[in-house]
């Protein structure tokens, strides 16, 4: 990830800072001398943002092409109606950068672009109004905003660009931090704040405020009362690595969040192709027990059903929206096994089990665990499939690969009324070498306060592979935290194509109220194919999975951008490389060594490529054990050798931290990367 032109440092010298302000723009004086607000107030106080926005912005799906346009908000104004996501919720209509002319008139007014925005501004503002929506616009607290073509910035402009905004009909601006000319940001977010207040009482209209200073200046210290949500982090990208690397960054900052005040990870990319949809659903179900605002960032226009069913999902909405305002907090994060809990106004919590890992994973917690009260036994509802169990106590499922199990739990007095919850499980069986029978073990656990009755368990493959049972298969009651464990042998055809395949494990049982009950758990079986004997380049083996922080991992050349195979030569401090990997941190790269290889080397180090910046550290992992790691290395350092034993290790990862700051200019590389069996 590049670095954008021009970087703020944290707060600088108000005064000197003011002054270069007003010699660069030409502001006039009584914009900086309009007093600040009140130090103390928590928050800006004006009723807006209680909740999280909702709403849609253009930029993830078209960034500046020419299908962004008026016809383009003006049909999402229009499906946000007709496909009921208006009712869900979904307020504000957004612009994005690139609305406007790279000149503005004689009197120094913006200038809506005549091609995309025929009619100018008001009369799209005015659309969306007309549907009962509100509408949002886009600039920069810098001379021009982040696209290269140059548009006008409102740095120098605040008073002037916030009452044309307002006489536009604009009640939500997103605002930038591109081409800032290192004016400290506190300033200039806090001047556009006061000019927006200013356009309001003159207007009578009030704005909502995004601050989207990508998190530099640590604005969830001082923001509160300046805008009604900040972005905490860069900007996200449509890939499950950037997503992943976001949410980490966002969590921890659950402390500053509350009504009128959020921390923004960034708009949703549900939808725009780069992500499963379970990953999408992961992505949606994150962002709302994170009370994160809620910006649909595809172009609704084409999206599938199951985009609709993800962004329309009024149960985890209401997680988003409650009005208690809480950002869930992390109860535990062990190996990628991730319990998020919200506390809700109406005194239950949402639990999402999440599962960042690359394989089906066992994700627990206790009701007492995310705060709840005692209780002989607790309703659980499943936000994702819209049913409600009973349970004793257990919130506990296993969570298909980059999955999330979303659910809230109560302690109301109407658990009796649901059949109990039961938990799927599976031992083994993920790794699947073709041809070669494979031995696992499944089970149905009642987590409930009452039995499940006549249980019974399936397990099925794609058509060609068997799946042989040698244990029983059904019980006749499984009382409360008993389990019914049965061991199979799954083999799938000796010519099965290395890849992911999908094993499906259901359970039917009866409530004790006589209703039936199916429980469902899609997995993924890998089936792979045996290390080569000997030395191998890791850059031509097929890998189990990867996961990168800007873009794909390339073969053979360097991270590049964030397309596939945009990659240069991979070269450490002038030395090229003509084979291995490189990544961008957060990176993890799995690969299947069955038990039967020995060691993993390479030569390692900051690509060439970001030029000075960049740290990262580098870790190779023989299963659950860390096997060999670097310190932290820069760009000014040479290749480091790194060796691992990793004998024994069904799985070895190749794993590239942020080196501890962030991942900016993380471009790593792990040349000449070999493995021997
Ligand atoms: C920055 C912002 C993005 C987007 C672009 C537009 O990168 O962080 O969200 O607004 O600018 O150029």
Known sequence: MRHLPTRTTRRGVVGALAAGLLALSGLSAPALATPAADPAAPALDDGLALTPPMGFNNWNSTHCRAEFNEAMVKGIADIFVEKGLK???????NLDDCWALPQRDANGKLVPDPVRFPNGIKSVADYVHSKGLKFGIYTSAGTKTCNSAGFP??????YSDARQFADWGVDYLKYDNCNNQGVDAELRYTTMRDALKAASQETGRPIVYSICEWGQNKPWEWAADVGHLWRTTGDISDDWGSMLSILKKNLPLAPYAGPGHWNDPDMLEVGNGGMTDTEYRTHFSMWSIMAAPLLIGSDLRSASDETFDILGNREVIAVDQDPLGKQGTVVSSERGRWVVAKEMKDGSRAVAL??????????????????????????????WQHKSYNTAGAISATVPAHGTVLVRVSADTK?????????LGLDGGQLIES?????????????????????????????????????????????SGRSLRTKWTVTAPPDTEPGSYGVTLKATYRSPTGARVQSVLPLTASVVTAPPAGMSQLGDLPWLGAANGWGPVERDTSNGESAAGDGNPLTINGVVYAKGLGVHAESTVEYYTGKACETVTAQVGVDDEEGEEGSVAFEVWADDTKAASTGVLTNAQPAQAISADVRGAQVVRLVVTDGGDDITSDHADWADAQLSC
């Not at 009712?87 to 209509?93: H, L, P, R, T």
């Not at 910035?153 to 605040?158: I, P, S, V």
């Not at 599962?355 to 009701?367: K, M, V």
């Open 87 to 93: 009712d869900a919720g979904y307020e504000y209509v």
């Open 153 to 158: 910035g409102a740095l120098g402009h605040e």
């Open 354 to 383: 999440f599962n960042e890992t690359g394989s089906p994973q066992r994700i627990s917690t206790t009701a007492r665990a995310v705060g709840l009260p005692a209780a002989d036994a607790y309703t659980m509802r499943d936000l």
């Open 415 to 423: 658990w009796a009324k649901h059949p109990p919850a039961v938990e």
């Open 435 to 479: 041809g070669k029978p494979t031995a696992l073990t499944t089970s149905v656990t009642d987590l409930g306060r009452t039995p499940a009755k006549r249980v019974s368990v399936s397990l099925s493959g794609p058509a060609g592979w068997t799946v042989k049972a040698n244990s029983p298969t059904s019980a006749g009651a499984l009382p």
